[in-house]
């Protein structure tokens, strides 16, 4: 199988084929940890991470594990990495840790990442592999940001507020109150806002994808300059 | 629009959309007027208000969605929805949670779903309840009825809207929350000192409750709607209460007739559950559907966290209209009772 030229693998992870918004994989942790910018932020870098790691783990063996066990053997590899990955924020970020809770070792269980082992490492060598899981949990990471910035402006007023969970205690100090004196919006904070945000995200996307496909139907339609009308009644005499 | 060519039956419906919009409109009256009468112009301003960010917000959508203003707008099932939220929030609530409401009303529940006749909930609940999820502290905030506080006038109650900040407001418990949070009264002593309760329910909410009584009695007269769900559900509220009410001990749940006219009940039985869009259609399925809102409305008032318990189970039983329909579908003439040719 050939390989694809990066460039269409960056469009592919970040706009065409995203896998938050376009696949609608990962929805269980895009809904549930989304409620501010910290928590997306860690579920993200955890993401990207394990998706890095097991894309290329997965291309490596790629020759050597046959079609018939290769599921459970991606589920192990995935498994590794995200005890690993489990491990490295319980030393570095321990209180986040404690925050995502279920979610970390959820990530196992993630669509996206047994979905891109199985579509495109297993078939593809390393350097592409580890640039899709890079491109493919950015996309995911970039959508769980922005929902989490999104749900955290409405619900809150606020933005990046206990940054210090992520990035050491010199970021507590990140916090922007944006609106005083706000009213506090639960529902965005709560579940439902988690979908209806999402749906919002989704719909916004289809649009933009809709205006680019009506302007470049437009240019195409454009008649050639000069032809010839075609005569289709009475006779040249 | 387009004229379709139809052949017989040549039925007319005596009623447009519009027609039965506004005779909703009409019905409220008696309502809104004695919900004014006891708790201020704040009802009132809440129902303007709220008409005015409806008729915005439907607007809007109807432009993005490339819809003729004019016909859509004249059906006034924006305004019924607007005003059905205006009377269910709290008086004097500032403008703000208004307008959240009714954004959430026209533009998530009705507008996004496909516009009137396509909402699988009923919009004014929708945005009833993401205001009381939302806003816990300002959608509890009842202020005393007349007799028992004093009630602001005309300029307050635009100030408290508008102004917010500038005007404070006495709430109270409402009878509903006192009953809720009662510990070790007998109803009787309950009712003799808690200043709250008036004959047979809570000061002024008896009234509120007879007023959209005889407004949907009313529409009833008009055959706007069929008597069935909001016979249901009054049953079956009535039934529920009368089961558990305990002798009027302290862990009882109140009278049938507390609980008749008591917060939201006659408002949802005649202007909520008959929404003809968002509940169950045939005759059996009113029935059930209604007596299903009824045991709710029981259940959370009672044993539940909320104030009222109207909003909520309209939308659990909107959730249910669906399937409620499935398995009261009328037998068509001619078809035996296995759905074959009998």
């Excluded at chain 1, 269409?8 to 084929?17: D, H, Q, V």
């Excluded at chain 1, 991606?74 to 490295?88: D, K, N, P, Q, R």
């Excluded at chain 2, 002798?247 to 008959?274: D, Y």
């Excluded at chain 2, 209209?321 to 009998?342: C, E, L, M, N």
């Amino acid at each position: 199988m050939s390989t694809p030229a990066y460039s269409e693998l960056t469009l592919n992870g970040l706009w065409k084929n995203n896998p938050a918004i376009v696949q609608l994989l990962g929805l269980c942790p895009l809904l549930a940890v989304t409620g501010n910018v910290v928590n997306a932020l860690g579920l993200a870098a955890a993401t990207t991470l394990v998706l890095a790691c097991s894309n290329t783990a997965v291309s490596v063996i790629r020759n050597v594990v046959s079609d018939a066990v290769r599921l459970p053997v991606f589920v192990m590899i995935i498994a590794s990495a995200v005890t690993c990955t489990e491990l490295l924020m319980q030393a570095f970020a321990f209180e986040l840790y404690q925050i995502l809770g279920i979610f970390l070792p959820l990530i196992t269980t993630n669509c996206v990442i047994l979905g891109r082992a199985d579509a495109f490492a297993s078939k593809h060598a390393v350097a592409p592999a580890l640039y899709d899981g890079l491109i493919m949990g950015l996309g995911f990471g970039v959508v769980l940001v922005l929902l989490g910035a999104l749900r955290e402006l409405l619900g809150t007023g606020a933005l990046f507020a206990d940054m210090q969970l992520l990035f050491g205690p010199a970021a507590a100090s990140w916090k922007l109150v944006l609106i005083d004196d706000y009213q506090p919006f639960l529902l965005a904070v709560l579940p439902p806002g988690a979908f209806i945000f999402t749906g919002l995200m989704i719909a916004g996307k289809n649009l933009v994808d809709g205006h680019i496909k009506r302007r470049q139907d437009a240019l195409k339609a454009r008649p050639v300059k000069g032809a010839k009308r075609v005569r289709v009644t009475g006779t040249i005499s | 629009m387009a004229l379709m060519r139809v052949s017989s039956p040549h039925a007319h419906g005596r009623y447009s959309t519009g027609m039965v919009m506004r005779q909703v409109l009409l019905a409220t009256v008696p309502g809104v007027f004695v919900l004014t009468l006891f708790f201020g112009f704040g009802t009132l301003v809440n129902v303007l208000w709220a008409c005015l960010v409806g008729l915005a917000c439907e607007s809007v959508a109807l432009l993005l969605r490339g819809r003729s203003l004019a016909f859509y707008l004249k059906d006034c099932s924006a305004l019924v929805t607007c005003v059905l939220l205006g009377i269910a929030l709290p008086p004097y609530a500032p403008w703000w949670l208004i307008a959240v409401g009714v954004a959430a009303s026209i533009l998530m529940a009705k507008q996004l779903y496909g516009g009137l006749g396509y909402n699988p909930f009923n919009p004014a609940m929708v945005g009833y309840v993401v205001l009381l999820i939302s806003f816990p502290v300002q959608m509890t905030a009842w202020t005393p009825p007349r007799g028992l506080g004093e009630v602001p006038g005309l300029w307050e109650a635009l100030q408290a809207c508008f102004l917010p900040a500038r005007y404070d407001a006495v709430t109270m418990a409402t009878p509903l929350d006192v009953l809720r949070q009662n510990q070790g009264l007998l109803l009787e002593d309950l009712w003799a000192q808690t200043p709250q309760f008036g004959r047979w329910a809570g000061i002024g909410w008896e009234w509120v409750n007879l007023a959209f009584l005889a407004g949907g009695l009313w529409l009833l007269y008009r055959r706007i709607f069929t008597w069935h769900a909001p016979v249901a559900m009054l049953a079956s509220l009535a039934l529920m209460a009368a089961l558990f009410y305990d002798g009027g001990s302290s862990s009882s749940g109140g009278s049938p007739l507390f609980h008749l006219l008591s917060g939201a009940t006659m408002f949802g039985a005649f202007f909520i559950i008959t929404d003809p869009v968002s509940s169950a259609v045939s005759v059996r399925g009113r029935l059930v559907f209604g007596a299903l809102i009824g045991v709710l409305v029981y259940l959370i008032r009672v044993w539940g966290n909320y104030p009222d318990a109207v909003a909520f189970a309209v939308l659990i039983a909107n959730f249910a209209a669906p399937f409620i329909d499935h398995y009261t579908q009328p037998r068509v003439y001619g078809h035996g009772k296995s759905g074959g040719t009998g």
